[in-house]
Each structure stands twice: as C-alpha cells, then as structure tokens.
C-alpha cells in the first residue's frame, strides 16, 4: 500500500494518479486523478512530466490548451492570510520578472497580470490568475490555478485566444478532477 501511495502513474490515455510524497502525514495525503472531461474533445499528451490536453480541430470555438502538473505540495494546510498576502505581493511581483526574461523560446512576448484571487475549489485553498498574453502569433488569454490539495499542489493551465474560453475549459477540467483525502475544516 505504502508503495501505491508513493507512485505516480500514467493510467489510460487520459489521466495522472499522483499521490502525496510518503513524507507527508496521513492526515494530508491525498490522490489527485485528473482526466478529461471529454474524451472525444480533448487529445492528450505528456510533456515533460505534464499532462497537455489540446482541444481537437473545429472541437472548441478557438484554439485551446490545458496543462496539468502536480507535485509535493509546500504546505498542506496553507494560512488564508498568507495566500492572500501572496497574491497581492509575490504574484505581481513574480509575474514582472518573468516579462523581465520575454521573449522567451516558446515565442511569448508579454504577459500582463489581469487578477488574482484566492478561493476555494474542492474544499482546498486555490489561487486562480488572470493574464492577458502576447506571443509571435498574436494575443490569447490564459487562466491559471494552483490548488493547496494535502500534500499535494495540483497546477491547472488553461490558455484559448477569448477569456470565456479559458475559463470555461479550465473550470470544465477542474470538475472532473478528483481528489481522494480530507479536505482542512
């Protein structure tokens, strides 16, 4: 069992099981699985320990893109007013240095920090942002989400040319993740 919780495995074609590191404690431990939530939509692909969904031709009403990473998570049980302090501070400031270093091999030239919040999704602390994004190809939006999950930290990429888009595929993919643990009170 030990071994089980310890492992991260590719399952299927279109999911990742990561489980929390085994020196969390049990009271944090958590599986994460997550999928697509339409398979005949969606194609999957690993990249570099990633999991990429990208939306089929004529599928999505633009071109869209959902990235998946799960590692150990810094702190199990995250202070709301130290995320949300994180969000006014760290983000912004994390975000100017990456413009610092644009453009970048993968083409992308600006990216703009719209917001950041700090909620809940699945009854574990998140923190969702917004960037307005410029590339050699032109201008897309991207939403991310980084999820407090135990001992987990679940990381959710959406980017599509409209917001609505965006949104819409990373809330869509969200919902048909699961998480296995207890969730903090």
């Not at 939530?37 to 869209?64: F, G, H, T």
């Not at 998946?68 to 100017?96: F, G, M, Q, W």
């Amino acid at each position: 069992m030990a071994l089980a919780l310890g492992a991260c495995q590719q399952v299927g074609t279109n999911s990742t099981i990561q489980a929390a590191l085994p020196d969390v404690p049990p009271e944090f431990a958590t599986v994460v699985r997550t999928s697509s939530p339409d398979p005949a939509k969606w194609v999957y692909q690993k990249i570099n320990e990633r999991d990429q969904w990208r939306c089929r031709p004529l599928s999505c009403p633009d071109n869209s893109v959902v990235t998946v990473t799960i590692t150990k998570s810094p702190t199990p049980r995250p202070d709301p007013v130290a995320l949300d302090r994180y969000v006014k501070i760290e983000i912004p400031k994390a975000n100017e240095k990456f413009n610092a270093t644009l453009p970048n091999p993968q083409g992308v030239r600006e990216a703009k920090l719209v917001s950041s919040a700090v909620e809940k999704v699945h009854g574990y602390y998140a923190i969702r942002s917004i960037f307005d994004m410029m590339n050699d190809k032109g201008s897309f939006e991207a939403v991310a989400l980084t999820i407090f999950a135990g001992g987990s930290l679940v990381k959710f990429d959406s980017a599509a040319t409209t917001l609505p888009t965006a949104r819409k595929n990373l809330d869509d993919f969200v919902s048909a993740m699961q998480i296995e643990g207890r969730p903090p009170e």
